[in-house]
């Protein structure tokens, strides 16, 4: 079983910058492909981000295109997600997901381990 531990969520002024992180342990060697998705209260998850754990496909969600960027560290079996110029209707909790198939897919249904999430608030 993979574990997952978010971080890096917080308040911050719109237009400002946040960087989450998301640590995997367990079975970590697992992971071949990792996500980031988003969820505000009430409503289904939306995908953000997803990439190949070893590149090259990355995919981006149409919600915040062009304001964010996925990466991983490997060797720290850590998934990013640097936001950038965020927004107040940015204000939801985002969450990882780890794929043990090298397929980047943006359907939260197609992930099974998901971390606990980070809540990320922007005022205006």
């Known amino acids: 079983q993979v574990q997952l531990v978010e971080s890096g969520g917080g308040s911050v002024q719109a237009g400002d910058s946040l960087r989450l992180s998301c640590a995997a342990s367990?079975?970590?060697?697992?992971?071949?492909?990792m996500a980031w998705f988003r969820q505000a209260s009430g409503q289904e998850r939306e995908f953000v981000a997803a990439?190949?754990?070893?590149?090259?496909?990355?995919k981006y969600g149409e919600s915040m295109k062009g304001r964010v960027t996925i990466s991983t560290d490997n060797a720290k079996n850590t998934l990013f997600l640097q936001m950038n110029m965020l927004k107040p209707e940015d204000t939801v909790v985002y969450y990882c997901a780890p794929r043990q198939s090298n397929t980047v897919v943006v359907s939260p249904s197609m992930y099974d381990v998901w971390g606990q999430g980070a809540q990320v608030t922007v005022s205006s």
């Open positions: 990439m190949g754990r070893f590149g090259p496909v990355i």
């Open positions: 367990g079975r970590a060697f697992s992971i071949l492909a």
